[in-house]
Nanobody
Framework: QVQLVESGGGLVQAGGSLRLSCAAS????????MGWFRQAPGTEREFVAA????????RYVDSVKGRFTISRDNAKNTVYLQMNSLKPEDTSVYYC?????????????????WGQGTQVTVSS
């Protein structure tokens, strides 16, 4: 069992930056690939980024490439999402997730555990 708690969301102006953190419970954090997803009202949950168990492989949705960076610290049981050059269309609830399927999985069904989400709002 893994419990995930996100933090770091908030309100920021377009062009600004935020860093999301996701702290995981348990001693098996390094056994899981970690991902970030987002979901705006009335839309499906969208893949944002994923990082492999050791941190050496990453994957991003095209819309955030060059702006967002996913990383993890297995000693701290934490995964991060550094978000730069934020746009109003990045406004959403952001969720972190832990999964055992694949190296950098991109489908919600590949993930076994989810956090409660943190709101990110980007004003124009």
């Amino acid at each position: 069992q893994v419990q995930l708690v996100e933090s770091g969301g908030g309100l920021v102006q377009a062009g600004g930056s935020l860093r999301l953190s996701c702290a995981a419970s348990g001693r098996t954090f390094s056994s899981y690939a970690m991902g970030w997803f987002r979901q705006a009202p009335g839309t499906e949950r969208e893949f944002v980024a994923a990082v492999s168990r050791g941190g050496g492989n990453t994957r991003y949705v095209d819309s955030v490439k060059g702006r967002f960076t996913i990383s993890r610290d297995n000693a701290k049981n934490t995964v991060y999402l550094q978000m730069n050059s934020l746009k109003p269309e990045d406004t959403s609830v952001y969720y972190c997730a832990a999964g055992t399927s694949g190296v950098t999985p991109a489908r919600p069904s590949d993930y076994d555990y989810w956090g409660q989400g943190t709101q990110v709002t980007v004003s124009s």
